[in-house]
């Protein structure tokens, strides 16, 4: 069973730092893109960014230049460096696991098999 946990959510004022975390357990996700979406209230579930098996890195238009996703495969776990923050970056944050080994995983929430609960994201102007 594929388990992802996400932490390091909270509250931020504009202009702030936060960083998350995805610890993921029951795979070795050495050989699998990761990503992190996020959803605000009452919009639609959007791309954040993502890295894929071979380091690389695609971020949202948003958060291009402020956001740095990375990962630690010997922990398991995938990270999500927020610097600058802006209000609209409220929002809940999400990781998620693409959907098979060796998968070039995009920005289509339907390229990943296994999300998170989700983090809450909040800051303030």
């Known amino acids: 069973q594929v388990q992802l946990v996400e932490s390091g959510g909270g509250l931020a004022q504009a202009g702030g730092s936060l960083r998350l975390a995805c610890v993921v357990s029951g795979r070795t996700f050495t050989s699998y893109a990761a990503a992190w979406f996020r959803q605000a209230l009452g919009k639609e579930r959007e791309f954040v960014a993502v890295?894929?098996?071979?380091?690389?890195?695609d971020y949202a238009d948003s958060v291009k230049g402020r956001f740095t996703i990375s990962r630690d495969n010997a922990k398991n776990t995938v990270y999500l460096q927020m610097n600058s923050l802006k209000p609209e970056d409220t929002a809940v944050y999400y990781c998620?696991?693409?959907?098979?080994?060796?998968?070039?995983?995009?920005?289509?929430?339907?390229?990943?098999?296994?999300w998170g609960q989700g983090t809450q994201v909040t800051v303030s102007s």
């Open positions: 890295v894929r098996w071979t380091g690389a890195t």
């Open positions: 998620a696991v693409a959907r098979s080994i060796y998968y070039s995983a995009g920005a289509a929430r339907n390229d990943y098999n296994y």
